[in-house]
């Protein structure tokens, strides 16, 4: 079992499309992250959760809505995005929110708003 | 905030040539310090990290990267490349209140045969 799953790979949706993107780690990890990662700008970071508890939310449009149910899962809501926000959203967990601890990381969903 | 700037985006080399990818960060309180590696097609993954000790840190597939606190930066290298080592590399550093990483823009390198 690879320690953090994502599903789907890949997503094409509408701009009035509601769409759930979907995380798991299997690591036993206490914190998890969502990440926007586009052509030719940095790692941006979304959502960091720690013990399913939102400790950080980075100025991300509310037509993203995170979801932890507990600290094993991760989701991402969306609704009525826009082509901007085609990108590759990569989920990633560790032992603690602290910046010290490493981060490790699943294939990502690569998104299309068409 | 913290910064993190790689100053190279892209890098293209042959086989056997050395590798040097600039860090710089902004920040200097931390010295929890990581360089990422994303190969096509597969997952970010860690590369190497400094936490303490020796500024002179070695990580997976012979990397290695040094940490010069006066500079703030953190390099990282390699001392003879293969064509396998064509991967995105990131460098991430901790926030100032010691909590998110903040990653760089990341360097592409490609390596010929």
């Known amino acids: 079992e690879t320690g953090v799953t994502q599903t789907p790979r890949h997503l094409v949706m509408g701009m009035t499309n509601k769409k759930s993107l979907k995380c798991e780690q299997h690591?036993?990890?206490?914190?998890m992250y969502w990440y926007k990662q586009s052509a030719k700008k940095p790692l941006e970071l979304m959502f960091v959760?720690?013990?399913?508890?939102?400790?950080e939310n980075n100025s991300v449009p509310s037509r993203f809505s995170p979801e932890c149910p507990n600290s094993s899962h991760l989701f991402l809501h969306l609704h009525t995005l826009q082509p901007e926000d085609s990108a590759l959203y990569l989920c990633?967990?560790?032992?603690?929110?602290?910046?010290?601890?490493?981060?490790?990381f699943g294939p990502g969903t690569r998104l299309t708003v068409t | 905030a913290q910064s993190v700037s790689q100053h190279n985006h892209h890098v293209i080399l042959s086989e056997a040539a050395s590798l040097e990818l600039g860090c710089n960060y902004s920040?200097?309180?931390?010295?929890?310090l990581f360089w990422y590696v994303q190969y096509p097609g597969q997952h970010l993954q860690l590369l190497l990290k400094?936490?303490?000790?020796?500024?002179l840190v070695k990580g997976i597939k012979g990397f290695e990267a040094e940490f010069i606190k006066s500079k703030f930066s953190f390099n990282l290298r390699k001392p003879s490349v293969q064509w396998s080592d064509t991967a995105e590399y990131f460098c991430?550093?901790?926030?100032?209140?010691?909590?998110?990483?903040?990653f760089g823009g990341g360097t592409r390198v490609l390596v010929k045969p």
């Open positions: 990633a967990s560790s032992q603690d929110f602290r910046g010290t601890y490493e981060q490790y």
């Open positions: 690591l036993g990890h206490n914190a």
């Open positions: 959760y720690s013990l399913e508890e939102r400790v």
């Open positions: 920040y200097g309180g931390t010295v929890n």
């Open positions: 400094y936490f303490s000790g020796d500024p």
């Open positions: 991430a550093v901790p926030g100032a209140a010691g909590n998110k990483l903040t």
